[in-house]
């Protein structure tokens, strides 16, 4: 592996770990996200502290911390294996933000973005595809989980050299939501409408 590739790497995990959702909250003078609602720092917990402006910039941000490490490797002319190491670096920094105790999100923004630069067309079909899940089902994990195992695919059919990365992501993300994937088995994954505020205790400093 090069030094480029290396440094690329390094980067995507660093940007990743600039928490959107923490930094969001604050600006705005809303509870900390990783101690109420569902206790996740992304953009969904963030609707339900504060409503829709504070939750859309934090989704754009974390599209952005994927689309920008991505979009620089792959004009540097990095191949396909490292585009998917950078991108798969930037959902961990998004995920175990150094920054932030390493208490993150889930990356499904994060991993949208990343793909964003280097397949558009599978992009957008992922985005479409979330919000027809969620639109039937009101559950965010639901959607994500579903639209992320469809990646591979996706990308197998429109863009096959980046085949390999979509599946990386893919396999993150799903290990991420394993606790979601057990409530929704067991029927007590909660929606966005029905979800009801947790009050955890912040770590002591």
Known sequence: MSALAILMIVFAYL??????AIIMCKLFGLDDPRFRGSGNPG???????????????TLLFDVLKGMI?????????LPPIILGLVAVSACLGHIYPLFFKFQGGKAVATALG??????????????????IVFWISRVSSLAALITVSLAPL???LIKPQYTIPAIMLAALII??????IKRLWHGTE????????????PPKK
């Open 15 to 20: 940007l990743g770990s600039i928490s959107s």
């Open 43 to 57: 953009a969904t917990n963030v609707y339900r502290l504060g409503g829709p402006i504070p939750a859309g910039m």
């Open 69 to 77: 490490p991505v979009w620089a490797a792959y004009l540097l002319g």
């Open 114 to 131: 990343a793909m964003f630069p280097v397949a558009t067309e599978m992009a957008l079909l992922l985005i479409v595809t979330w919000v």
């Open 154 to 156: 996706f990308a197998w």
């Open 175 to 180: 290990w991420r939501h394993r606790t979601n």
């Open 190 to 201: 909660v929606g966005l409408r029905n979800a009801k505020p947790n009050r955890k205790t």
